[in-house]
């Protein structure tokens, strides 16, 4: 009896200890925490239940297992969604994915103006979405000045937007020059991280700046590279933002993307059950998504 007393005082004790040393760490964390589980993980749930219901707001809801899921693979749209979400994804990483790396590396080699180049690199993640969807509708209309200076060279009237092989393009290409400043941001917080020494003893021993480049900064950055392929494999699979301001998910459907359909089947066609289902399909590859991440990433640390 006493042996046991004994062991409930020191566990006591243990979490008195605990709770005095992580105690106000808890207390900071605890408002995210209430964050994540009203505004993320209750919709989560909620959109798994609803997934398999009839959702009527008026008349309610009604069980209707896996006919939503049927609907979904039966549908005509869910193939073409999809191969224009993986054609999204593979022209954001062709286009995309390197500016940002190209631009922070550059940046980082200049002598002067360093503070002013980052400004201008994130200037564009400052500026209002709406209004720089209405700078790319204007630059992209028949007679605006993408035309324009392509005509200074004598080509073709190029129609951006409604034609079905460079809508999607057109997109892409607005979206990178809107986004790359944050990845620039990143890459760049990496290339401070590298040791100046390896710098100075390269350029004592001559090397020039595409040598720097290529044995000190790149093998530098190299995880950063894995990651924000990552992230990007992820944030372009939801894309839909700039497919609904620029071309409505046309022409004839050719920036259809998976989430734009989600959108459409939830609030233009009112229905829930579809749209949640989808999204349930669209969480299972994005959770399948982040453990990749993070099997990677812990591989990379580890090299």
């Given at each position: 009896?006493?042996?046991?007393?004994?062991?409930?005082?020191?566990?006591?004790?243990?979490?008195?200890?605990?709770?005095?040393?992580?105690?106000?760490?808890?207390?900071?964390?605890?408002?995210?925490?209430?964050?994540?589980?009203?505004?993320?993980?209750?919709?989560?749930?909620?959109?798994?239940?609803?997934?398999?219901?009839?959702?009527?707001?008026?008349?309610?809801?009604?069980?209707?297992?896996?006919?939503?899921?049927?609907?979904?693979?039966?549908?005509?749209?869910?193939?073409?969604?999809?191969?224009?979400?993986?054609?999204?994804?593979?022209?954001?990483?062709?286009?995309?994915?390197?500016?940002?790396?190209?631009?922070?590396?550059?940046?980082?080699?200049?002598?002067?103006?360093?503070?002013?180049?980052?400004?201008?690199?994130?200037?564009?993640?400052?500026?209002?979405?709406?209004?720089?969807?209405?700078?790319?509708?204007?630059?992209?209309d028949p007679l605006g000045p993408a035309n324009q200076i392509i005509s200074w060279f004598g080509s073709q009237q190029i129609l951006w937007l409604t034609d079905k092989s460079?809508?999607?393009?057109?997109?892409?290409?607005a979206e990178t020059w809107q986004s790359f400043g944050t990845a620039a941001l990143i890459y760049l917080a990496g290339i401070v991280s590298i040791p100046k020494d390896l710098y100075e003893a390269a350029e004592m021993d001559g090397a020039g700046v595409l040598q720097r480049i290529r044995y000190i900064t790149i093998p530098?950055?190299?995880?950063?590279?894995?990651?924000?392929?990552?992230?990007?494999?992820?944030?372009?699979?939801?894309?839909?933002?700039?497919?609904?301001?620029?071309?409505?998910?046309?022409?004839?459907?050719?920036?259809?993307?998976?989430?734009?359909?989600?959108?459409?089947?939830?609030?233009?066609?009112?229905?829930?059950?579809?749209?949640?289902?989808?999204?349930?399909?669209?969480?299972?590859?994005?959770?399948?998504?982040?453990?990749?991440?993070?099997?990677?990433?812990?591989?990379?640390?580890?090299?």
């Amino acid at each position: 009896m006493q042996f046991k007393d004994q062991t409930i005082q020191q566990t006591a004790q243990s979490w008195r200890r605990k709770l005095k040393d992580y105690g106000w760490g808890l207390a900071f964390i605890l408002p995210a925490i209430a964050v994540f589980c009203v505004f993320l993980w209750t919709p989560i749930v909620k959109g798994i239940f609803y997934s398999f219901m009839n959702v009527d707001f008026v008349k309610g809801n009604s069980f209707v297992g896996f006919d939503n899921y049927r609907d979904i693979f039966a549908s005509s749209m869910l193939a073409k969604s999809v191969l224009n979400t993986l054609y999204y994804m593979l022209l954001c990483i062709l286009i995309g994915f390197w500016v940002p790396s190209i631009v922070s590396i550059a940046v980082s080699e200049l002598r002067w103006f360093k503070g002013a180049m980052r400004l201008i690199v994130y200037l564009p993640n400052i500026v209002p979405a709406v209004v720089l969807y209405g700078m790319w509708q204007w630059l992209y209309d028949p007679l605006g000045p993408a035309n324009q200076i392509i005509s200074w060279f004598g080509s073709q009237q190029i129609l951006w937007l409604t034609d079905k092989s460079m809508a999607m393009i057109s997109i892409v290409i607005a979206e990178t020059w809107q986004s790359f400043g944050t990845a620039a941001l990143i890459y760049l917080a990496g290339i401070v991280s590298i040791p100046k020494d390896l710098y100075e003893a390269a350029e004592m021993d001559g090397a020039g700046v595409l040598q720097r480049i290529r044995y000190i900064t790149i093998p530098g950055i190299r995880h950063l590279y894995i990651l924000l392929f990552i992230l990007q494999l992820i944030g372009t699979s939801q894309g839909f933002l700039t497919h609904m301001a620029l071309t409505g998910g046309g022409p004839n459907n050719a920036t259809l993307t998976y989430m734009y359909q989600i959108i459409n089947e939830a609030f233009t066609n009112l229905n829930y059950g579809r749209a949640s289902a989808m999204g349930v399909l669209m969480f299972i590859v994005l959770a399948s998504l982040s453990i990749i991440m993070y099997s990677i990433q812990g591989r990379s640390r580890q090299a």
